[in-house]
């Protein structure tokens, strides 16, 4: 049994019996079983082959009722123009940031990333599951019988391999095109304000967890976004890895020139400001000269797709181009 598989409390394979038992329950009481993923027939009408992380799918080639399971697929459907019909959050009862709130005013939640409800995605019907390997490649087989499921790699550092996949499977390359076109656009505008302190400016990333604090590095979806900005890292933090804990000891390595923090999940509680009490981080350069500041941790921090990373450079432009 998977990670996954131990965490929802039920082995794949009752998962899955589960799950064959609602299918046929549809089809005894008349409704349409969705399609599995392996259609047979090479270019069926209408559809068209995706490969992705964990093989390669037939995709309907207009795809109007897809279910994104991840955050970062959310952003990604929303930048691309399509509203899902079902969508997956990291805790229940999960308050979206208004940018991902005010565009599924018609969704439905399926369920957290790490335990959706197979029978609300069923339910749907739906043409098109969106997910990640890294959250759900465990329960793979359990989606792709209920619709055509594509799997991007991971999340983290890797949001724009998995736009322009999530892009293709719903038949949007030429969004995606323009969506990464103006965010380049926007990265050499910040470049051009920010002029010589470009490469005077180090910045520092740290989340706070109720149990926990995350030093985010360069392999980071915030780092990425850092680093396409053109802004150098501290030392300790230009590493090509996603995070390392935070610690008492660890204090002198938060220190840049500007730092951001953001929490998560503040609502259980956090443990940045227990780091805040101790004398070392008083002696920080970047603490003595004001230049910390919070920022929305759904965008930083689970944002995970072109909305969020524009959502970024917003506050880059605000906190670091037009600030002191």
Not at 22 to 32: E, H, I, S
Not at 77 to 88: C, D, K
Not at 89 to 99: D, F, H, I, K
């Amino acid at each position: 049994m998977g990670v996954l598989g131990r965490r929802f409390g039920l082995s794949c394979g009752a998962r899955a019996l589960g799950v064959l038992v609602v299918l046929l329950t549809l089809a005894a009481c008349g409704g349409a079983a969705p399609a599995a993923t392996g259609q047979s027939g090479e270019g069926a009408a209408g559809q068209r082959a995706v490969g992705h992380a964990l093989g390669e799918t037939r995709v309907p080639a207009n795809p109007q009722r897809v279910v994104v399971l991840d955050m970062g697929e959310l952003d990604m459907a929303l930048a691309l123009g399509v509203e899902p019909v079902g969508y997956a959050t990291y805790t229940a009862g999960e308050e979206l940031a208004p940018y991902l709130r005010d565009g599924i005013a018609g969704s439905t939640w399926v369920g957290t990333v790490q335990q959706p409800n197979l029978e609300a995605i069923l339910a749907l019907k739906p043409d098109l599951i969106l997910t990640n390997k890294l959250r759900h490649e465990a329960i793979y087989d359990q989606l792709s019988p209920i619709a055509p499921t594509v799997v991007a790699e991971t999340v983290r550092g890797e949001w724009k391999n998995s736009l322009r996949l999530h892009a293709e499977a719903l038949g949007r390359t030429a969004e995606a095109d323009r969506i990464m076109a103006r965010y380049e656009q926007r990265l050499e505008e910040f470049k051009r304000a920010m002029g010589p302190r470009l490469a005077e400016t180090e910045v520092s990333l740290v989340r706070s967890f109720p149990d926990h604090v995350r030093i985010y590095m360069k392999d980071s979806f915030m780092g990425t976004v850092i680093a396409d900005a053109g802004l150098p890292r501290p030392p300790a933090q230009d590493k090509r890895v996603f995070m390392e804990q935070a610690s008492e000891e660890r204090i002198p390595d938060l220190g840049g020139d500007v730092m951001f923090t953001m929490y998560w999940n503040r609502a259980q509680g956090e443990q940045l400001s227990k780091l805040k009490n101790h004398p070392l981080w008083s002696r920080l350069d970047v603490v003595r000269q004001g230049r910390v500041y919070e920022v929305d941790d759904r965008v930083w921090g689970t944002g995970l797709g072109p909305l969020a990373a524009n959502l970024i450079l917003d506050d880059l432009f605000k906190y670091l181009a037009e600030g002191r």
